[in-house]
């Protein structure tokens, strides 16, 4: 038995890629079973509840598609693993590494979010560097979970049946690491609640500066991703008077935080934090620190001598492991908006 695993486990290395994706062992992931069709070449990976179609050339999903109920959402969910690995089901030359994210100035971004996880062994597998995307570190903590994947998330809280959620990202903006793991320029959620018949997309830009704009009708994804996700939905019309909008942004802002990383002394970050808490938008700053200590009094200082906050600061070392690798030398400014 242990040597047929492995003729198996060597024939899905060796096999040749291909435009097709399969799935044989998750399809009930897909709407109708009906999986998408994309003339970008890569390999199928089914998880226990998600699938990913990734880009061995890319080293990022191509897409991941998941199926969700508010059921599922409301139950109890696992605490967050934190735990990333490199997937050992793709051959070494196609996989992304821990070591192509450190010091890239890139967060590891969820195509299947661990937050949607509903039990340990998903909320693990989540955490798959086959399942990330180099995303830009304010995006992915600030926009994009709160702008998009909350929505997602409320929604289906709100609805009967299943619902089914693909993620991806597109275009080049560049590498990072050794591995040469691609930035993508645009990132992608499309929504499909299958009782209703009516799909949209949330499609936003990979910067720290991106701003939110309502989504975008299932016919509009498909022409930019080149992606046909063969979802059989109402007319453009009636799709499109039926997109849930996302929330005001008084809302979203209000009581709320965002982080401000800092690799070393940047004034211009600096100065526009000043500049937020003189228009009275800053209700407090905690510098949280790990090795930096010097880096993180630098900045307190600034802010202290020119502004009337005073931050705190809060030293946190969490323990490495042998799948992830903290960034000790960082700082991060934790700042709560009025």
């Known amino acids: 038995m242990k040597l047929f695993r492995t003729f198996i486990t060597l024939l899905a290395l060796i096999a ?82 821990l070591s192509d994210y450190r010091g890239s100035g890139y967060d590891r971004g969820h195509n299947a979010p661990a937050g949607d996880m509903s039990n340990e062994r998903s909320m693990a597998q989540s955490f798959s560097l086959a399942n990330m995307m180099p995303q830009a570190r304010q995006n992915n903590q600030g926009i994009w979970a709160k702008n998009v994947e909350e929505p997602t998330r409320l929604y289906i809280k709100r609805t009967a049946g299943d619902v089914y959620v693909f993620t991806g990202s597109t275009g080049n903006s560049g590498s990072i690491g050794k591995g040469r793991v691609t930035i993508p320029s645009h990132l992608y959620k499309l929504v499909y609640d299958p009782n209703k018949k009516q799909a949209w997309a949330y499609w936003v830009e ?43 942004p008084n809302k979203v802002l209000m009581g709320g935080w965002y982080p401000v990383f800092f690799d070393n002394f940047a004034p211009a970050k600096v100065d ?66 009025k």
């Open 16 to 97: 040749p890629l291909s435009a097709y994706a399969l799935f044989d062992e998750c399809k009930e992931l897909f709407p109708n079973q009906q999986v998408p069709t994309s003339q970008q070449i890569g390999r199928d990976l089914c998880f226990d509840s998600f699938a990913i179609y990734y880009s061995p050339t890319d080293k990022k999903p191509i897409y991941t598609v998941e199926k969700l109920s508010r059921e599922q959402l409301l139950a109890p969910h696992p605490r967050r693993s934190n735990q990333f690995y490199e997937e050992a089901r793709l051959p070494f030359s196609e996989r992304s590494l």
């Open 206 to 248: 990979n910067t720290n500066e991106a701003s939110m704009s309502p989504p975008i009708t299932y016919q509009d994804l498909m022409q930019k991703t080149g992606i046909d996700f063969h979802l059989p939905v109402n007319g453009e019309s009636h799709v499109s008077q039926q997109i849930p909008t996302e929330p005001k």
């Open 272 to 337: 526009q934090l000043i500049k937020s808490i003189q228009e009275g938008r800053v209700a407090s700053i905690q510098i949280q620190y790990d090795r930096n200590r010097e880096l993180a009094q630098k900045i307190a200082t600034q802010i202290q001598t020119q502004s009337p906050i005073i931050p705190s600061q809060v030293q946190s070392s969490p323990p490495d492991s042998p799948t992830v690798t903290y960034e000790r030398n960082r700082v991060t400014v934790i700042v709560r908006s």
